[in-house]
């Protein structure tokens, strides 16, 4: 790729979004009210804005290999924290996407240094689904459903949050578990059942 057409096509994007509004920039740096928190898989080929129909501002946007939520990520657990409480958004969104790398890296046994400590993480979902995971004797299914068991997990820890749960009281406010099929184009909704799921975990990890 040539670094230097990204400025010329920053050049054309201006010009294109000024000849439809001129005072686009002018409204867009007044600051941001977005309703939905986005944490999405950081993939070249997913795009959260596009994929969802967006514009800038409607959406906050996280992303980091394979759609991760661990409490132990800084990074993660802030963005949470801000959209949450600050940003007031009433929708949180798990998006996973089939033909994940990530997923599939952990599915291998294979020694990848520095990605070993993250890859844990989607390793300890396998873990806990092994029973229905190994029951799939296709590769390619057990690959998919792991990759909705991990937006499904990721949904739970994303709830274990103190401040999700506080906006669960105070407000309106949703979590969703989806999952992008490159193959297609499709935004899946999973309908994951988080009632159910929670009631095996919130006498633990309930918040006052």
């Not at 959406?59 to 949470?80: E, K, Q, T, W």
Request: hydrophobic letters at 40%; glycine letters at 4%; one cysteine or more.
């Amino acid at each position: 790729m040539d670094i230097q057409q990204i400025f010329k096509n920053n050049q054309a994007w201006i010009k294109d979004k000024l000849n439809v509004d001129t005072h686009y920039f002018e409204n867009l740096s007044k600051g941001q009210n977005p309703d939905i928190l986005y944490i999405g898989c950081s993939d070249s080929r997913v795009s959260a804005e596009e994929l969802m129909g967006v514009a800038p501002g409607e959406a906050f946007i996280h992303r980091n290999i394979a759609n991760m939520v661990p409490n132990s990520d800084l990074s993660a657990m802030s963005v949470i924290e801000y959209a949450v409480k600050y940003l007031k958004v009433h929708h949180v969104v798990v998006c996973g996407h089939y033909y994940c790398g990530g997923v599939k890296a952990a599915m291998e046994s294979q020694d990848l240094g520095i990605l070993n400590p993250w890859l844990r993480n989607i390793r300890d979902v396998y873990r806990i689904h092994k029973e229905e995971l190994n029951a799939l004797t296709d590769e390619d299914s057990r690959y998919k459903r792991l990759v909705e068991l991990n937006v499904q997990e990721q949904c739970v820890n994303v709830i274990k949050t103190a401040v999700v749960q506080r906006a669960f009281r105070e407000r309106k406010f949703t979590v969703h578990g989806w999952v992008f099929d490159i193959h297609s184009g499709k935004l899946i909704d999973l309908k994951i059942d988080f009632n159910d799921i929670l009631e095996h975990v919130m006498e633990i990890y309930h918040l006052d």
